[in-house]
């Protein structure tokens, strides 16, 4: 059963971020939160996801280009502070090894947090 899980999840076009996290299937509970899961969906607050959904503006606030994940987390001069507290050589590291790491997982929390609150002040 897991042999076809695997297999289906592997060659499907959908969730394609999610995959990029979780390649592969278990049954395993896998333990995250809300505000992360906005970062591993790329659903959520993000202008991007938003426009696609709602039509809303897809530019970021910092208006330099539309505001996905990865410009959420690597790019935006807005978060440059936050981004601060994560590794100095930044571009190496994908969204899944940071991630992977507790203290770097805690930072990215508390940013997707203060990134819904923006949101929600917005609305």
């Not at 995959?19 to 049954?27: D, F, R």
Request: one cysteine or more.
């Amino acid at each position: 059963m897991l042999k076809i899980w695997q297999t289906k999840w592997t060659a499907s076009n959908v969730a394609r971020p999610v995959y990029e996290v979780y390649p592969s299937v278990n049954t395993n509970r896998i333990s995250s939160d809300f505000f992360l899961n906005q970062i591993i969906t790329t659903h959520g607050a993000f202008n991007a996801y938003q426009n696609r959904f709602f039509g809303k503006p897809i530019l970021c606030v910092c208006e330099n280009t539309a505001e996905t994940v990865h410009h959420f987390i690597f790019e935006c001069i807005k978060w440059s502070e936050e981004r601060g507290k994560l590794p100095t050589n930044l571009t190496d590291f994908s969204v899944k090894q940071l991630l992977g790491n507790n203290k770097h997982r805690s930072i990215l929390r508390d940013m997707m947090k203060k990134r819904f609150l923006l949101s929600i002040d917005q609305l």
